[in-house]
Each structure stands twice: as structure tokens, then as C-alpha cells.
T-cell receptor, first 114, second 112 residues
Framework: DAGITQSPRHKVTETGTPVTLRCHQTENHRYMYWYRQDPGHGLRLIHYSYGVKDTDKGEVSDGYSVSRSKTEDFLLTLESATSSQTSVYFC?????????????FGPGTRLTVL | QKEVEQNSGPLSVPEGAIASLNCTYSDRVSQSFFWYRQYSGKSPELIMSIYSNGDKEDGRFTAQLNKASQYVSLLIRDSQPSDSATYLCAVNRDNYGQNFVFGPGTRLSVLP
């Protein structure tokens, strides 16, 4: 987890409320990712960013939006949380290039939507 | 067919034995392969990466890659109870992260 922090680490919220999760890195890695992890599904990519203000959708992007205004911060927003978004959310970073595409993960945020 | 498949386990081995974890992938153009370990309630941590056919050893861990068979494995020698965790296989289909695909993970239990 060195160099990657996520906040909050735990959150309980109600259906219909907006939620923002933050990922902060001190590694100056170009790429940042948001995943969710659910039993039976493994890690699934929500959105990723390949630079400041450059983002794209992943496999399960519906209901989520992201923003990256600085290299070190990547925000994930649930505009109107639903119970199906109860999950553990992981941020990851990487500096893709020849044989340096390893992703490193933050500590995770456990989100419960009631 | 799922893109990356692993036996979900649990795989139980006695302490000191060799644990063998397997992973198959469907996309032939995949270029790099990773094994992550995830303890319960924690985030995935990288154990090994492998890019070329053959074996790669790091301490008690050996990753094996066979691109022709679309198969990658992880061997853990002298297994310890502290190796008990879920092991995730990940495949990157190119040099850029958006094509990372994770398997569902294999739960390993090392019995004292």
C-alpha cells in the first residue's frame, strides 16, 4: 500500500445519496484505476485514468463517474448510491511501459449502501 | 468462457509441502502475467510478474508460463501457514493497464 491512500476506509450510506471516494498517490504514476471486488466476481474495472483530465470507462462503469484534476488524486463518485454498489473499492496505480505494467493497489474502501 | 479462470479452491496443503496454483486465459495476445496474494480484508499485493515462456523463480515462489497452452501457474515451495490467502491471477493483454483482467482467485489454506 506504500504511496497509495484511500479515503474513507469505511462508509455506510443510504440509497440515493451521493458518495465520493478518494485515491491519493505519492508515486507520480501516470495511470490510476478504480476497481470493485465482490464475491464471485473478482476484481472488476470501473474507470481508469491515463493522465490529468484523461479518463475512460471500464467493464462496470454504469452509475459511476470519475475525475482527475491532479496527477496524485483520482476521485470516484456514485451520483446516487444503490444497494448493488455495496462493495469493496480498490484504487490502483501503474506506469505502463515495456515490462513495467504492474498495478499496485491501495488499502481499499468498504462501502455499504443501505 | 471467462477470460481468466482459476480453481476457486479452497486448496489445502500441509505445512512444508508444495502448493500449485493454476490459471488459464483465453486471449492469445496477452503479453504479461501476474500473481497477486490477497489476505482476508486486505488489498492485493504483487508476488510475481512473468512475461516470457518458462519459469521465473523468486525465493519460495516459481511462476511458470506456457503461452502456447495459455496457462500460467504459481508454485509455492515449503508452504507456510502465513501463505494462507487468496491468490489472484492477472493477465494484461497489452502494455497498458486498461486491458488488465483478473481471475476470481484461488483460496489456499496451509495446514500446520
Amino acid at each position: 500500500d506504500a504511496g497509495i491512500t484511500q479515503s474513507p476506509r469505511h462508509k455506510v450510506t443510504e440509497t440515493g445519496t451521493p458518495v465520493t471516494l478518494r485515491c491519493h498517490q505519492t508515486e507520480n504514476h501516470r495511470y490510476m484505476y478504480w476497481y470493485r471486488q465482490d464475491p464471485g466476481h473478482g476484481l472488476r474495472l470501473i474507470h481508469y485514468s491515463y493522465g490529468v483530465k484523461d479518463t475512460d470507462k471500464g467493464e462496470v462503469s454504469d452509475g459511476y463517474s470519475v475525475s482527475r484534476s491532479k496527477t496524485e488524486d483520482f476521485l470516484l463518485t456514485l451520483e446516487s448510491a444503490t444497494s448493488s454498489q455495496t462493495s469493496v473499492y480498490f484504487c490502483a496505480i501503474s506506469n505502463p511501459g515495456l515490462k513495467t505494467d504492474t498495478q499496485y493497489f491501495g488499502p481499499g474502501t468498504r462501502l455499504t449502501v443501505l | 468462457q471467462k477470460e481468466v479462470e482459476q480453481n476457486s479452491g479452497p486448496l489445502s496443503v500441509p505445512e512444508g509441502a508444495i502448493a500449485s496454483l493454476n490459471c488459464t486465459y483465453s486471449d492469445r495476445v496477452s503479453q504479461s502475467f501476474f500473481w497477486y496474494r490477497q489476505y482476508s480484508g486486505k488489498s492485493p499485493e504483487l508476488i510475481m510478474s512473468i512475461y516470457s515462456n518458462g519459469d521465473k523463480e523468486d525465493g519460495r515462489f516459481t511462476a511458470q508460463l506456457n503461452k502456447a497452452s495459455q496457462y500460467v501457474s504459481l508454485l509455492i515451495r515449503d508452504s507456510q501457514p502465513s501463505d494462507s490467502a487468496t491468490y489472484l491471477c492477472a493477465v494484461n493483454r497489452d502494455n497498458y493497464g486498461q486491458n488488465f483482467v483478473f481471475g476470481p482467485g484461488t483460496r489456499l489454506s496451509v495446514l500446520p
